[in-house]
């Protein structure tokens, strides 16, 4: 099973195109997850800035917006990357994402340099409520922690393949949201996280629709029609083994349903 970097490996193709192999290891029945092609994004992007770009000095992306136009495949795809507008401060690209000859996903990504940002900062005191659960990293890697336990295979793991390849740790007492969730995620494959994998991992997370269903049901599919990321700050360049993510649901409608996600 191929890791996170390998599959979201680039072959840059020219100046404003890229290629990448989607892997069946990361999909949801045949269809590669939502949150893992905008990782491929994410990888297209940081490569088009760390070489047709790197004059912009911009590295990191720190918003992004992503419409999934057809389901995607597994197999070859190529990423073609338009220049919108280049700035001192932030530049975006389009991004449009083919398989054969079929546009399929479009994006438009905004990049900066985070680590060199000035400018007025202030706290505003906003806190998730209720709060999330202390935890103890050592002890939530053996499952020891008081207030968080692994989950076992989540439901139609070998249909929602994808769900496979992170570990996921829920409160041992239940979610403490009707409309929401708390979890700790890691790789499964020990390897961390990056800023590229942060798309993902905001759309990793257990269904809470599936709590108000018939449980006897066959699964269900939930494609994702479109994706934002507001980037608050960078990974560090090692990347971190666990993540922190909240999960709210404020409305589900006619089979349509939209999502916040919190990820520390």
Partial sequence: MPGWDQATAVQKLSSTSYT????????IGSVPNGGYVTGLILEVVRTHFATSLAKQDQPQTIALHVEFLRRTQTGPATFKVDT????????????????DGRQEIIAYVTNSNIDKEEGFSFDTEYKLYPP???????????DKDPNWKRQGEMPFAKFRKASSRVFFHFPRNGQALKSGADEWLC????????????????????????????????????????????IKKSLPAEGVKWLQVRVEMKKIKNGRMDLEVFVH
């Fill in 20 to 27: 990448a192999i989607l892997h069946d290891d990361w999909c």
């Fill in 84 to 99: 919108i507008k280049l700035g001192r401060q932030t530049s975006i690209v389009h991004v449009s994402m083919e398989q």
């Fill in 132 to 142: 999330v659960l202390p935890v103890d990293l050592a002890k939530l890697e053996q």
């Fill in 187 to 230: 790789f499964a494959d020990g390897s961390n996280f990056n800023n590229t994998s942060i798309g993902f991992v905001a759309d990793m997370f257990p269904q809470i629709i599936e709590r108000h269903r018939d449980q006897t049901q066959g699964p269900f599919w939930y494609p994702t029609l479109l994706l934002n990321l507001d």
